[in-house]
C-alpha cells in the first residue's frame, strides 16, 4: 500500500479539485460563487474527506470518481459548518485557518448565503454521483442524519446551551459526539459502506469512528487551551471567552490528555479487531490518521 504521505498528497488535489469544479458549474450567482470557494480554498486538514478515501484503500480497493464525490460533499458540508460557526450570532470569531472569516471579507448575508449553498450543493453533489442507486439513498440518508438535527446540528445547539451553564462530562461528551463525531462516523461508514464491506465491518469502523471522533474533539479542546494563534491559524481561547464546558476544564490539561490518549487506544484496539475480522483490511493508513491526533 502507498506510503500516508503520498496519499494524502494526492488525494487531497483530487477533493479539492471535485468541490472546485462542482461550484464552478453548479453555481449561478458569481459572488455567491466567490464566497464559497473563498472558504473551500482556505485549507484545512481535510480529516473527515481523508477518512473515506483512506477507509476505502484500506480494503484494498481503487478509488473511484465517485469515492471522491462523496469526500467531497462531506467537506463541503463541514466548511458550511466553519462558516455558520464564525458568524457573530454563534461564536464570533474573526480569524479562520489563518485568514479572516468569510463574513469579515464578504459580509454576514453572503456569509450565511455561502454556508447555506454549501449544504445543499453536498448533498446535490452526492445525488448525482455514479453510486448504484441504493448505496446512494443510504449514503444520503446517513449523512442527512450526520449533519442535522440527530447529528452536529444538535450538537451546535448543545454547544451553544451549555455556554450559559457547567456541562457534566457525560454531557459534553454527548455535544463532541453530534457536533465533531456525526460527520467523523459518517467518514468511515461511507468508506466501509463504497468499499462494499459486510455490515458487520461496518459496524466496527462505526465503533472506530466513535472514539475517533471523540479523541478528534478532546485534542480540539486542549490545542484551544495550549497552543497559539500562528499555529492553529484562528483565535486561541474562545472556549473560556465564551464560557464553554471543555475536557480541560472539567478534567485539569493532563486529565484531559489522559482521556485523549485513552481514546486513542481504543481507536487503535478496534482496528486491530477489524484486522482479525476481514482478510483484506491493511490497517496502515487509518492508524496513521489516528498518529496525527497524538
Known amino acids: 500500500m502507498e506510503a500516508f504521505n503520498d496519499f494524502r498528497e494526492q488525494s487531497l488535489?483530487?477533493?479539492e479539485k471535485e468541490m472546485e469544479n462542482f461550484i464552478n458549474e453548479y453555481t449561478a450567482n458569481e459572488r455567491l460563487k466567490e464566497s464559497m470557494l473563498y472558504s473551500i480554498h482556505a485549507g484545512g486538514k481535510r480529516f473527515r474527506p481523508l477518512l473515506v478515501l483512506a477507509t476505502i484503500r484500506s480494503f484494498n480497493k481503487q478509488i473511484q470518481v465517485h469515492d471522491y464525490q462523496v469526500a467531497a460533499a462531506l467537506e463541503m458540508i463541514h466548511t458550511y459548518s466553519l462558516i455558520h460557526d464564525d458568524l457573530p450570532a454563534m461564536?464570533?470569531?474573526d480569524l479562520r485557518?489563518?485568514?479572516p472569516t468569510n463574513h469579515k471579507v464578504f459580509?454576514?448575508?453572503?456569509?450565511?448565503?455561502a454556508g447555506d449553498g454549501l449544504l445543499t450543493a453536498a448533498f446535490q453533489l452526492l445525488a448525482i454521483s455514479h453510486i448504484d442507486l441504493d448505496q446512494k439513498v443510504?449514503?444520503?440518508q446517513l449523512l442527512s442524519k450526520a449533519s442535522g438535527t440527530q447529528g452536529m446540528v444538535a450538537g451546535q445547539a448543545g454547544d451553544?446551551?451549555?455556554?450559559?451553564r457547567s456541562l457534566s462530562l457525560a454531557e459534553l461528551a454527548d455535544v463532541h459526539e453530534k457536533k465533531t463525531g456525526a460527520l467523523i462516523e459518517f467518514a468511515l461508514l461511507a468508506g466501509g459502506i463504497l468499499a462494499q464491506q459486510p455490515e458487520e465491518i461496518v459496524n466496527l469502523l462505526g465503533n472506530f469512528a466513535q472514539h475517533l471522533g471523540l479523541a478528534f474533539q478532546i485534542r480540539d479542546d486542549l490545542l484551544d487551551a495550549t497552543s497559539s494563534e500562528e499555529e492553529l491559524g484562528k483565535k486561541v481561547g474562545r472556549d473560556e471567552v465564551l464560557n464553554k464546558s471543555t475536557y480541560?476544564?472539567?478534567?485539569?490539561?493532563?486529565g484531559a490528555r489522559q482521556a485523549l490518549e485513552e481514546q486513542l487506544t481504543f481507536c487503535e484496539v478496534t482496528l486491530r479487531k477489524i484486522q482479525q475480522t476481514s482478510s483484506e483490511f491493511e490497517i496502515e493508513l487509518l492508524k496513521e490518521l489516528v498518529e496525527q491526533l497524538r
Do not use: F, M
Not at 160 to 164: D, F, M, Y
Not at 248 to 254: A, D, I, M
Open 91 to 93: 461564536d464570533n470569531d
Open 97 to 99: 485557518r489563518g485568514k
Open 138 to 140: 443510504l449514503l444520503i
Open 13 to 15: 488535489l483530487l477533493i
Open 160 to 164: 451553544l446551551q451549555g455556554e450559559s
Open 248 to 254: 480541560p476544564s472539567l478534567l485539569g490539561l493532563e
Open 107 to 113: 459580509g454576514e448575508a453572503h456569509a450565511i448565503l
